[in-house]
């Protein structure tokens, strides 16, 4: 099954993203957040670079059909791709 958005009864394809969640520490209140990238390389990568900023905790990030990959699994990816560069 497509995915699809309803809105006020129109039904349209919805944008396939790969979502980026995270806290960043410093706000008020605390809260999770995210962003959207296109591809889940593109949400690993920017992954690392929070991963890089004490304020900032990744919590995971979610597949276009919402599935998720976990912290600990981020941190792997990011580890590794340090060693390679």
């Not at 209140?29 to 990568?45: F, I």
Request: a neutral charge.
């Amino acid at each position: 099954m497509p995915h699809c958005d309803e809105y006020r009864g129109v039904v349209r394809p919805m944008i396939m993203k790969w979502r980026l969640f995270f806290q960043d520490n410093n706000s008020v209140p605390v809260g999770r957040q995210w962003g959207d990238y296109d591809s889940k390389e593109a949400a690993l990568r920017a992954a690392c670079g929070m991963i890089k900023v004490a304020r900032v905790s990744v919590l995971y990030i979610e597949n276009p059909d919402g599935n998720e990959i976990g912290a600990a699994m981020i941190r792997e990816w990011c580890d590794a791709q340090s060693k390679t560069a």
